[in-house]
């Protein structure tokens, strides 16, 4: 894997979309893109809320993406426009100090982050110029990261308009740390797989350090990602900091119940490796200490130790503050499991038994279980979803990203992909659910020996084209550089 984000020379005739959006961008500002940069989107296979305690997870990248056009100039404004007339034009002074409304989480002010991040970085006092055209084909809200790819793909094209250079690992953790200014206090999976994904593979990705192990998934099934069509904004709600909030306590909990420093301890992953246990025994100590019954503030500030104002500033974000009640037990007991799911299932795609189709699939079955019922994190239509691919054929589905709406990822044997399409899936689910919503861009297919990704237009499976995800990166056509 290439350390920088690879630079590419491409021609604007290969490809049907760069000429598309080369010219709205021609239209919008009267002049040619310089260079194109590029995100990808993801879809996590298993390791569902555990990247923000510290535990590893198993994503892939999808071909669909972030693009953004760009050109460098002299305005002293950054200029945007998306592609979507939804998503309304933005300009920022370069001079001024960006300002994110977190209270407000518009498009533009997740490309932002990305722009406030490069410049923190370098230190930047007053940025390039730029005038930037973003088109995206990741279905927003949709758990597939659409947001932290918009992220990425800014602080790549600002990294590259402001001529600095950066790792794709720093990148990465760059990113990462600026899409908090958006207030979701997310872990990192979303920016390293955007960053270090590679063709042809999954990733095994680790933190502290960061680092992308290759996963080379069996042969013989398709991952297949479909929408329950129910949108879920997590910066616009609290259900996501919620999760991290009660993890946070629960570590300090679990800490205090073994006599460790609880107040340097902040993710779930540290207690485990300050108690020197094994996953199996953190399940254990979470029954042993934690109670199943919600815990108060007053309770939680009793065994802390600390006072109401303590425990608002120290543990709770800025919008949780309403929070009175508090699941740890749950939360716990599903992140160490969750991290436990993990691992297993790397070490099967690295055995390869005769039955790795299987094993995998009842940890997927295993995984949204413990999302639905401990973390909490599914809806209605998601476990409708999920019941339905695995009465179609699928041996495990779950819940991919976030939750509460968005996609489920279903592994699917690969002879039974075109009923599980066409006379299952689309049957059971869209038609009478989503009667009045076209079939187009609710399912693509993610063929599991090569990551390649293909679209479902209609009702019939139409394989337009093979899709090869790459990492993210920048490209320059025969006009630019």
Request: proline share 4%; with cysteine.
């Amino acid at each position: 894997m290439a350390s920088n984000p690879p630079r590419l020379k491409t021609a604007i005739t290969a490809d049907e979309r760069l000429k598309n959006l080369k010219n709205t961008f021609e239209t919008k500002y009267g002049e040619s893109p310089l260079f194109y940069a590029c995100a990808p989107g993801r879809v996590n296979l298993i390791g569902e809320h555990i990247d923000y305690c510290g535990y590893s997870v198993l994503p892939m990248a999808i071909e669909q993406n972030i693009l953004a056009a760009v050109s460098v100039n002299n305005s002293g404004t950054i200029q945007l426009a998306n592609t979507n007339p939804l998503y309304k034009d933005f300009t920022v002074s370069c001079s001024e100090d960006i300002a994110i409304d977190r209270d407000n989480p518009k498009w533009f002010y997740y490309f932002l982050c990305g722009v406030k991040g490069i410049q923190e970085t370098f230190g930047i006092p007053r940025l390039a110029g730029m005038s930037c055209v973003v088109d995206g084909t990741i279905p927003p809200s949709s758990g597939l990261s659409s947001s932290s790819a918009l992220v990425c793909c800014s602080g790549l094209l600002t990294m590259e308009a402001n001529q600095k250079l950066l790792s794709n690992v720093a990148l990465a953790e760059i990113c990462a740390k600026c899409e908090r200014y958006i207030g979701t206090e997310g872990g990192g999976m979303d920016q390293s797989i955007s960053f270090l994904a590679e063709r042809g593979t999954a990733k095994l990705i680790e933190f502290q350090p960061l680092r992308a192990t290759d996963v080379k998934l069996p042969d013989g099934a398709v991952f297949v990602i479909s929408n329950c069509c129910v949108e879920m904004n997590k910066a616009a709600t609290s259900h996501y900091n919620i999760r991290v909030v009660e993890c946070r306590i629960a570590t300090k909990m679990l800490a205090k119940a073994r006599g460790l420093e609880s107040s340097r301890l902040l993710k779930l992953a540290q207690a485990q490796r300050e108690l020197k246990a094994s996953l199996e025994e953190m399940l254990t100590l979470v029954d042993e200490v934690l109670h199943p019954e919600p815990y108060s503030r007053e309770e939680i500030c009793k065994v802390l130790g600390i006072t109401s104002e303590q425990f608002s500033t120290d543990l709770l974000s800025a919008n949780t503050q309403h929070m009175m009640q508090f699941w740890l037990h749950q939360r716990a007991k599903h992140v160490y499991g969750e991290a436990a799911r993990v691992l297993q299932f790397k070490s099967v795609c690295d055995s390869e038994p005769a039955e790795s189709i299987q094993l995998l699939g009842e940890l997927m079955n295993q995984s949204h279980a413990s999302c639905r019922d401990l973390y909490e994190c599914s809806c209605p239509e998601l476990d409708q979803l999920v019941d339905i691919c695995l009465k179609a054929g699928a041996v495990g589905s779950r819940l991919t990203g976030a939750g509460w709406g968005g996609c489920a990822v279903s592994m699917v044997p690969t002879e039974k992909v075109e009923s599980f399409l066409q006379a299952e899936l689309r049957a059971a689910y869209y038609l009478p659910i989503h009667a009045e919503q076209p079939w187009k861009n609710k399912v693509c297919l993610c063929q599991s020996r090569v990551a390649e990704l293909r679209f479902s237009l209609r009702s019939e499976i139409h394989h337009l084209c093979l899709l090869r995800p790459q990492s993210a990166n920048i490209k320059y056509t025969d006009e630019g550089k």
